[in-house]
């Protein structure tokens, strides 16, 4: 096998229902593009058939390797291992559920041959649920004002990065962290390509509501500081405000007497619970910040390995 010039990234996990038709449309996607390719599938800790699938494709194409986790350690973790591995020049993810068509890979190839760093996708006609659509849409705008980075289609994975990207992003040893986001910071040209979108073949979607605020919480503190300053507004704002609050009871006190003031208390009340609950919020919020400055001081490793298949037949 010579030097691939392309190397597909693909993490897969549970989806032993959509490998047997992802791979050979894949296979004659990247054939028809007519340069040297490489798969490098990550077994994300499935608890299904995947694995096997992914060996017998691995021992039967010397395309592919496959590389297996010892448990799941997340999408964007399998991703990375991925580009650990990956060699090629141009270098493109792709979801293993078919939602984004592999036909479209020689599209963003073609595109990055014009000496783009990054090439990202919009999905038109997203054939995913309406809720999905709209949590999507909320996301889109608070991460595009959170991080400064504006991407069309945050959640589409289908992009590809040149070599040099990918390194970089290699070198980027923070944990939560999410893909496209940190590559749009480190390329200096980027650019979108309108590509097709289909109904997720086969399963479920791998990311409950759970997950997806996760990620989204993850996207946020990871990329800015903003969250942070906002509760530091918010306190100087409730500051302001509750110096005026006390000084309307202190003049009510002088000028409407005693009797007033008794149902003052009340008043008072509900704007010290109010503070405590702002106060709570900014400790809980900075409490995520310094759980998370925890969590990176460890440098503990994104993923373990627990063995790479088809890896022995490259020169
Ligand atoms: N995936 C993964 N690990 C996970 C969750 C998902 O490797 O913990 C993979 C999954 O197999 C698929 C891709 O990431 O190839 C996208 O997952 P999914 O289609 O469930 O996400 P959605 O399309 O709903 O955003
Ligand atoms: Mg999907």
């Known amino acids: 096998m010579p030097e691939p010039f392309l190397s597909v990234v693909i993490p897969v996990y549970n989806e032993e229902e959509n490998l047997p038709e992802l791979l ?5 996607a990247l054939d028809a593009i007519g340069r040297n390719y490489e798969v490098v ?3 994300d800790g499935s608890r299904d058939r995947s694995l096997e699938l992914l060996r017998e494709a691995a021992v039967r194409d010397p395309h592919i390797v ?3 986790f010892n448990r799941n350690y997340g999408q964007h973790s399998a991703v990375f291992a991925g580009f650990d591995e990956a060699r090629g020049e141009i270098i493109v993810t792709l979801d293993a559920d078919l939602q984004n068509p592999p036909e479209e890979i020689g599209k963003l190839v073609a595109k990055m041959e014009e000496g783009y760093d990054v090439v990202g996708s919009v999905r038109i006609k997203r054939k995913d649920s309406f809720f999905r659509r709209m949590a999507s849409r909320l ?23 040149r070599r040099g990207v990918v390194k970089t992003l290699c070198q980027s040893k923070e944990i939560s962290t999410f893909i496209p986001v940190l590559a749009d910071m480190f390329a200096g040209r980027v650019t979108e390509v309108p590509v097709a979108h289909a109904e997720r073949l086969k399963g479920q979607s791998k990311y409950s509501l759970w997950k997806l605020v996760r990620l989204q919480f993850d996207l946020m503190t990871s990329f800015s500081l903003w969250p942070l300053r906002s509760t530091l507004a918010i306190g100087m704002t409730m500051a302001t405000a509750s110096m005026l609050v006390a000084a309307v009871l202190i ?8 009797e007033w003031a008794v149902s ?4 008072l009340f509900a704007v010290l619970f109010f503070f405590i609950g702002v106060l709570l919020f900014a400790i809980g919020l900075l409490g995520e910040y310094v759980g998370r400055i925890y969590m990176e001081v460890r ?7 627990r063995q790479v298949f088809g890896r022995e037949r490259r020169p």
């Open 251 to 258: 003049v009510g006190r002088i000028v409407k007497g005693h």
């Open 299 to 305: 440098h503990r490793p994104r993923y373990v390995i």
């Open 66 to 68: 496959v590389i297996d």
């Open 24 to 28: 050979p449309r894949l296979k004659a």
């Open 264 to 267: 003052g208390v009340f008043t």
């Open 41 to 43: 599938l990550i077994n």
């Open 139 to 161: 996301v889109n705008r608070v991460t595009s004002m959170a991080t400064g980075v504006h991407l069309s289609d945050y959640g589409c994975m289908l992009r590809a990065y």
